[in-house]
């Protein structure tokens, strides 16, 4: 059993932060990749795009339209990642979906979390 506990997200306006967080737990072995990907209002799921992640080597990877914006950590169990969203444009307005790729002893498995909204609006 995995889950994925989100937090965060809510209405700012434009050149506002938000913080998000996202805290993995459950059976597995280990984690490949721990992050976030967002969908706009008008897409697929097939069209979610990344918008930051943490990798098991620590390599941090970054959606292009957020690079120098978006910050993404971890705490040090490597279990929780944090993105804060600074200079939010109304372009970012998207659920937010946090993901997890992680292993047992055989495979690799992904997992979607519930979601969380944010919008950006004056």
């Known amino acids: 059993q995995v889950q994925l506990v989100e937090s965060g997200g809510g209405l700012v306006q434009p050149g506002g932060s938000l913080r998000l967080s996202c805290t993995a737990s459950g059976n597995f072995i280990g984690i490949n990749a721990l992050g976030w990907y967002r969908q706009g209002p008008d897409k697929e799921y097939k069209d979610r795009e990344l918008v930051a992640r943490i990798l098991s080597s620590d390599i941090t990877d970054y959606g292009d339209s957020v690079k120098g914006r978006f910050t993404i950590s971890t705490d040090n169990a490597k279990t929780t990642v944090y993105l804060q969203m600074n200079s939010l444009k109304p372009e970012d307005t998207a659920m937010y979906y946090c993901?997890?790729?992680?292993?047992?002893?055989?495979?690799?498995?992904?997992?979607w979390g519930q979601g969380t909204q944010v919008t950006v609006s004056a």
């Open positions: 993901h997890l790729d992680y292993r047992d002893l055989w495979t690799n498995y992904n997992y």
